[in-house]
Structure formats: C-alpha cells, structure tokens
C-alpha cells in the first residue's frame, strides 16, 4: 500500500533516527538561511563578475541602451522646444500648454531603465529644460515686452534710424559697477537715438530698480529663464548627487552623477552661467524678439563692467560704415582692443584683426554663421563664451574672421578695479579714479575719422587645435546650450 505524505503514519520509533535530525531539525533552518541569503550572494557573485571581466558584453548593452535613450531624450527636448514656441505664439505659458498636451512618457519606466549617472534624476531627463515658477514667469515677462520708461509701448527698432546700433548689456549681479557703468552711458553721444535690452542672469531686485531708473533712452529688461541662479537645488544649480567640483587626483569618482572636463573637473554654476547666460541672449535678442525680427543692422553687447566713453556710439556708427564700405572680410565691428603685436594706442587708423570681447557688434548674418557652430560652441570644452566662439567656431572661418576697431579703445573694463572702502583691484585705483582718468584720456583723442586706413593685424591662430580651458564637460550644459539654439526655428517660421 502506498501512503499520501499526509497519511503516512508517524513514526512509532522511540529513538530518532538520523534521517528524522536531519530532515526535520537541521535542513528547514538551513534552507531558511539560504533563502534569506540569496540576494547576497547573488549580489556578490554579480559584482564580481561585472569586475573580473569588464563586462564588455555589459558595457556595449549599455551604450546601445544610452544611445536609444539619448534620441529618447532628444525627442523630448524638441517637443519642449516646440512647446516653447507654441506658448510665444499662443501667448501661454509653458506650463499652461503642458496641462493641455502631457508628454507620453513614464517616468517609472527611464528611472528603470536609464541608469548613466548624468540622468540619474528622471525629473531632470523629463522636464527638459527644467523649469519652476521664476524661470515660467520670466518667459512670461520676455514675451510681454514692457519698455522702460513706461507708456512707451513696445518699439519696433527696424523704424530706428537706419544706422542705429541697439545696444545688450548684459548683467548679473554687481550694482555698484552697473551704476558708473549707466552713468557713463547717460553721456554717450546719440544714446537716445537708439535703444538698450539689459539681459539679467538671475533676478536681484537692486540690479533691476537701477535699471529700472533709467531715462536717457528707451530700455527693455530681460531674464535668462534657464539661469543657475533661478534655481536652488536642482540644475541648472547643483543638484543632490552632483559630483564634486574639484576630485582630490587620481580618486575617482563612483555613483555621483556628472562628466568631467578633460582636467578632472566636474561642473559647477557659478562658472558656466556665463556662457549659458550669453549663448541664451544671443538666441532670444537675435531670433525671438519681436522687435528685432525685422532688424538687418548692427547690435551692440557689452558687460556691466563695461564703461563706454562719450564717444563710443559714434565710434561704433563710423566702424560699422567703414566694415560695410572697406572691408568686406570684417565680421564685427568692436570698440575694445584686443591684445596685438604692432597696434599703437592712439594712431589715427584703423585695425581689422578679431572680434574682441568688449564692446562688440556685428549683424544678423554673423550671428547666423555663428548660430550654424551651435553644436560645436555647446561642446566645446570650455566655459568662456569668447574663447569658445574664437576657437570652435570662428576658427573655422578663417583668414575671413576679422573685427575692425579703431586703434584707441573708448570703452573700460573695470572688473579689476576695487570699489569704495574696498582693496584695490591688481594694478588698477578705485573705480572713480579708473574711469575719470579714462575719460580724460580719450576725450583728448580724436574720433575716428571714416577715411583713416586700416591696418590688418596678424591674426592669433596659434591655438587652432587648443582643446579648451575646461569647466564645461557635463553634457546636462551641452544640452542646455542646444536647447538654446533650438528655440528660433519655430518662432522664425
Ligand atoms: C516694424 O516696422 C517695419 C518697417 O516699418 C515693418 O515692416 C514691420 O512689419 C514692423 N514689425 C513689427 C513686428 O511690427
Ligand atoms: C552683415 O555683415 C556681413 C559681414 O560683415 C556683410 O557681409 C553683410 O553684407 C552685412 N549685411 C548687411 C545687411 O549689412
């Protein structure tokens, strides 16, 4: 007779044989043991694996899954950018279109899938570019375009003078330099012929009211939605989880999310939003204003440690003439003289070399050529605009890249120079005494006049090939910066 496991009849021995130890009392807790282990060892035997052989198999997997994920991601930037676009001509706000159109997208299903370190953060992935209430309202604010003083009403600047030259100035956060700054532009020459778009990377109320006080010209203020500044933690600010600035050398750095620059470095804030400040400026001045669009001259952009010479404007307006009539490689105009073998402060010619970081201009097809090296400007790895625009992508145009300036430069850079009750700056006086002995000195120089000749200057090619200075390896910055150059296409169509 065969017996059913619940039938079989107990044991009727009185002593316990082996089997009965070591079925019933030692097997049960041991199998138990090695339930509750398993994890473990498979973790440790996974580990291992992945370790010992580099996971070849593992790693190309991955790069595939990275590859798939990243035209994922790139659709998601252009139906942002598109969502960008529709908000402007629908006169909503991002956030508006995006309660009425959700993108298809789990994010439960990236955060499983998508595990490189750089968007280990599905938020960040999804909501691309990222935005809160500050950066929503000061899309808002772009669009609305209010002109200072009030009761101006917008401007449209193609009805300007056909030789004006607007001027962006471009600011962040240092009050006491932008009011010696808009006090020396009160007394430009033909400042109120033209008009001025001050760019804000991040809101401080105190820059903001300066500008706001302004008379001696019609004024526009905009924000940089996308600022780090307009962030606290999370990108573009530094986000849990960001990799250190500066690794100690040699350690590396595991489980961290980021990509260093080819030093070593990671991202940080405070040293990108420069470029991301600029490139964002050039996209929304150039290609989204509405009062700009149908404007084929001159625009001017300067720094807020900028200070121009009652001249200047002038100087540019003649620049300019002399750029269209003689020389006909010149890309830009600019009023700051960059470094250069044989160039005599003071001569009564003109120099056409390259396009200086101070006080420069140009129009709408060199932003267009520049606009073309959007890719390369985003990567390119080096956080300064100017560098970055020289080295990627300007050098791809020479010999033809030429800035004419006038050899006397009338504009001061003053971010040197110590403010009140304040260390001087290395080798420069306080910022009162800087710029009255400035003044002085070109007030004794002549204007340019249209007939001077001009002087082609070697250009300084020797850094064709030069990698960058760094800081700017994290491809969450690459993205931004493209994002960027993304937005136009709509709104120009
Ligand atoms: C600006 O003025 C120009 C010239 O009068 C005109 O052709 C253009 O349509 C205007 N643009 C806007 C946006 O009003
Ligand atoms: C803009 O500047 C470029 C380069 O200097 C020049 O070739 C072009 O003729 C200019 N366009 C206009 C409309 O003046």
């Not at 007779?1 to 044989?17: D, E, Q, T």
């Not at 598109?82 to 955060?111: H, M």
């Not at 449209?156 to 532009?185: F, G, K, M």
């Not at 050398?249 to 040293?271: F, K, L, M, S, T």
């Amino acid at each position: 007779m065969k017996y059913g496991r619940g039938l079989r009849p107990p044991s009727r021995s009185s002593g316990r044989g082996w089997r009965w130890w070591i079925f019933r009392v030692a097997l049960p807790p041991t199998l138990m043991l090695v339930f509750l282990l398993q994890p473990l060892f498979y973790f440790l035997v996974h580990r291992g694996s992945q370790q010992g052989a580099a996971s070849a198999q593992g790693d190309s997997a991955r790069s595939a899954e990275l590859l798939s994920w990243d035209a994922r991601i790139q659709d998601l930037d252009e139906r942002r950018g598109n969502r960008q676009v529709d908000a402007w001509s629908q006169g909503k706000s991002v956030q508006q279109l995006d309660s009425q159109v959700q993108p298809k997208v789990d994010k439960a299903e990236i955060s499983s899938k998508f595990d490189h370190p750089s968007f280990a953060k599905p938020e960040v992935a999804v909501g691309w570019p990222p935005s809160n209430l500050l950066s929503i309202q000061m899309l808002e604010f772009n669009r609305q375009g209010r002109w200072i003083p009030a009761g101006q009403g917008p401007v449209n600047i193609s009805r300007l003078a056909p030789d004006a030259i607007p001027i962006v100035l471009y600011v962040h956060n240092r009050p006491s330099y932008l009011r010696v700054v808009l006090d020396a532009l009160s007394h430009v020459h033909g400042i109120e012929e033209t008009v001025l778009i001050v760019s804000h990377d991040g809101y401080y109320p105190e820059v903001a009211d300066i500008v706001g006080e302004i008379t001696f010209t019609r004024v526009k203020q905009i924000f940089a939605p996308y600022s780090p500044h307009n962030f606290v933690d999370s990108f573009p600010n530094i986000s849990p989880g960001d990799c250190p600035e500066r690794p100690a050398a040699g350690e590396v750095q595991v489980g961290c999310v980021g990509d260093a620059d080819q030093y070593g470095n990671y991202r940080a804030p405070r040293i990108v939003s420069l470029k991301h400040h600029w490139f964002w400026l050039m996209n929304h001045v150039w290609d989204e204003m509405v009062e700009l669009r149908d404007f084929e001259g001159h625009i001017m952009f300067m720094e807020e440690d900028h200070v121009l010479a009652p001249k200047a404007y002038r100087t540019l307006q003649v620049l300019a003439k002399v750029k269209g009539e003689r020389c006909p490689h010149c890309v830009a105009v600019n009023l700051g003289m960059p470094l250069h073998d044989g160039g005599n402060p003071g001569g009564n010619y003109f120099v056409a070399d390259w396009m200086a970081n101070m006080g420069y201009a140009f129009n709408r097809s060199t932003w267009q050529r520049m606009r073309d090296g959007a890719r390369t400007f985003c990567t390119y790895s080096d956080y300064n605009w100017d560098e970055t625009l020289k080295w990627s992508v300007m050098a791809h145009w020479a010999p033809v890249r030429l800035g004419l300036h006038a050899a006397g430069p009338p504009i001061m850079h003053m971010g040197k120079c110590g403010l009140h009750g304040q260390a001087d700056g290395a080798g420069c006086a306080e910022i009162d005494d800087q710029v009255a002995a400035f003044l002085a000195q070109e007030a004794d120089r002549p204007p340019p006049d249209e007939s001077w000749g001009i002087r082609e200057e070697g250009q300084d090619l020797n850094r064709i090939g030069f990698s960058g200075w760094g800081g700017w390896g994290d491809r969450r910055d690459h993205k931004l910066c493209m994002f960027f150059a993304k937005l136009p296409e709509g709104l120009r169509s």
